[in-house]
């Protein structure tokens, strides 16, 4: 999969297409293995859909342009009706009850922007489409791989991240780092699902990458200014989201 305080890296997106068939000639040449590894995931075409009126919405509304942002109601809906009706690709039979379970509360979310967009003004237009990003985000972590360590990771990094790093508070953030050794090390000895074995690679190059960001913060903590903390900080944390998306 993923709150949308950063709506652009939250939406890194759920695609990752993964390239089908550019011409004919490198088709017939690929292996079997090949061609099995390329179709193992598969973007969810409405889904997609529905996330690009989404972006373009909160575009819309941090650029103040209520006028845009009233007009994707129409495109919310047709989105949604479709979104509802899209059929799942193999790769996603796991989570196709869970899917549809999310559904409903998009639905009413899309409903009530329709009706607010025709005559709300715009505190109420910006509160719902809080409500659509909100329950689009809750159907679309479904289809994310739910890797306990990962979101062990991230427990330790969220107020690292949100609260101690902007505060400059050092000691705290120096007072978190054996949590970070620790999550780290859980992360280092992971073993995807089966469902995810053909981005084991990937995987290990982003953990690796992960552990020595957390190494050089230590050192930071250690011995550094807090410039040099602030600056290991935003390289480790984008390490971190950068190894979420192994699964691309």
């Given at each position: 999969?993923?709150?949308?305080?950063?709506?652009?890296?939250?939406?890194?997106?759920l695609?990752?297409?993964?390239?089908?068939?550019?011409?004919?000639?490198?088709?017939?040449?690929?292996t079997?293995?090949?061609?099995?590894?390329?179709?193992?995931?598969?973007?969810?075409?409405?889904?997609?859909?529905?996330?690009?009126?989404l972006?373009d919405?909160v575009?819309?509304?941090?650029?103040?342009?209520?006028?845009?942002?009233?007009e994707?109601?129409?495109?919310?809906?047709?989105?949604?009706?479709?979104?509802?009706?899209?059929?799942?690709?193999?790769?996603?039979?796991?989570?196709?009850?869970?899917?549809?379970?999310?559904?409903?509360?998009?639905?009413?979310?899309?409903?009530?922007?329709?009706e607010?967009?025709?005559?709300?003004?715009?505190?109420?237009?910006?509160?719902?489409?809080?409500?659509?990003?909100?329950?689009?985000i809750?159907?679309?972590?479904?289809?994310?791989?739910a890797?306990?360590?990962?979101?062990?990771f991230?427990?330790?990094?969220?107020?690292?991240?949100?609260?101690?790093?902007?505060?400059?508070?050092?000691?705290?953030?120096?007072a978190?780092?054996?949590?970070?050794?620790?999550?780290?090390?859980?992360i280092?000895?992971?073993?995807?699902?089966?469902?995810?074995?053909?981005?084991?690679?990937?995987?290990?190059?982003?953990?690796?990458?992960?552990?020595?960001?957390?190494?050089?913060?230590?050192?930071?903590?250690?011995t550094?200014?807090?410039?040099?903390?602030?600056?290991?900080m935003?390289?480790?944390?984008?390490?971190?989201?950068?190894?979420?998306?192994?699964?691309?």
């Amino acid at each position: 999969m993923k709150s949308m305080c950063r709506i652009i890296p939250l939406f890194m997106l759920l695609a990752i297409a993964v390239i089908i068939a550019g011409c004919q000639n490198q088709a017939d040449t690929k292996t079997d293995a090949a061609a099995e590894t390329e179709s193992l995931y598969q973007s969810v075409a409405e889904v997609d859909v529905f996330m690009g009126h989404l972006e373009d919405a909160v575009h819309a509304a941090y650029d103040t342009n209520y006028t845009a942002v009233r007009e994707t109601a129409p495109k919310f809906t047709a989105a949604y009706e479709a979104l509802i009706k899209a059929v799942l690709p193999e790769f996603h039979n796991n989570v196709e009850a869970l899917y549809k379970e999310k559904q409903p509360a998009l639905g009413e979310a899309v409903r009530a922007f329709a009706e607010t967009a025709e005559s709300g003004d715009e505190t109420a237009l910006d509160e719902s489409l809080t409500g659509i990003r909100k329950a689009f985000i809750d159907l679309w972590i479904v289809f994310l791989p739910a890797i306990q360590e990962i979101e062990d990771f991230h427990d330790v990094l969220r107020p690292a991240w949100h609260e101690y790093t902007p505060n400059e508070d050092w000691d705290a953030l120096k007072a978190t780092m054996p949590d970070f050794e620790k999550a780290t090390d859980a992360i280092m000895k992971v073993k995807l699902p089966a469902k995810y074995s053909y981005a084991q690679a990937k995987f290990d190059e982003g953990r690796n990458h992960l552990k020595n960001t957390i190494d050089s913060l230590k050192i930071a903590c250690e011995t550094g200014t807090p410039e040099d903390i602030k600056a290991k900080m935003s390289i480790m944390h984008s390490a971190y989201h950068d190894m979420q998306y192994f699964y691309e």
